[in-house]
Nanobody, 123 residues
Framework: QVQLVESGGGLVQAGGSLRLSCAASGRTFSSVAMGWFRQATGKERAFVAS????????VYADSVKGRFTISRDNAKNTVYLQMNSLKPEDTAVYYC????????????????WGQGTQVTVSS
């Protein structure tokens, strides 16, 4: 079991940037692929990005391609989500989670979840 703690959320104006972090403890971090999801009020949890165990491979949702970058530092047991050119529709609670296969884009394929961090983008 991996314990996950997200941080870095906040309030930002449209066009701005934020970097989310997800610190992991427990099981060997480098043995799991990681993903970021988000959930806006009244909507289902949606896939944002994922990264393989080594960090060599990534998948992005179409809505964030070219604006968001997922990365990981296995020495620090941390995965990041750099978010640029933020839009009001990016407003949501952002969650990180573990998975066996980085290519998975549905929440049901992810195991351990963090508590989430709120991102609010004002227009």
């Amino acid at each position: 079991q991996v314990q996950l703690v997200e941080s870095g959320g906040g309030l930002v104006q449209a066009g701005g940037s934020l970097r989310l972090s997800c610190a992991a403890s427990g099981r060997t971090f480098s043995s799991v692929a990681m993903g970021w999801f988000r959930q806006a009020t009244g909507k289902e949890r949606a896939f944002v990005a994922s990264i393989s165990r080594s960090g060599a491979s990534r998948v992005y949702a179409d809505s964030v391609k070219g604006r968001f970058t997922i990365s990981r530092d296995n020495a620090k047991n941390t995965v990041y989500l750099q978010m640029n050119s933020l839009k009001p529709e990016d407003t949501a609670v952002y969650y990180c989670a573990t998975t066996r296969n980085y290519a998975m884009v549905v929440a049901a394929s992810y195991d351990s979840w963090g508590q989430g961090t709120q991102v609010t983008v004002s227009s």
